[in-house]
């Protein structure tokens, strides 16, 4: 693993979700840092990034409505959605 090279391990202080739908998207590394090869995924990537850099400051505090891929992507979570049930179950 990277961390285990001694290498810095990417994304490692993204809140799970959303760096869940960063790593689906396929980040490429290089010097500059990570990009994304499509222009829209790149920018809503780097505002998520924004996002997490405010929350480590303090100056963003997620909620579960606004979270920091809400936030991000800048869709509002869907009021009254379960999260992390499967639908076949009432």
Known sequence: TRKAAG?????????ERAGDWL???KPQESEAGLSWPDPMTDEAAKNILAVVAKQKEGSFKPSRERDTLSVGLGNPEHPGRVRGVLSHLG
Do not use: I, S
């Not at 290498?7 to 809140?15: H, S, T």
């Open 23 to 25: 790593r689906v998207w």
């Open 7 to 15: 290498l810095p391990v990417l994304l490692e202080d993204v809140p």
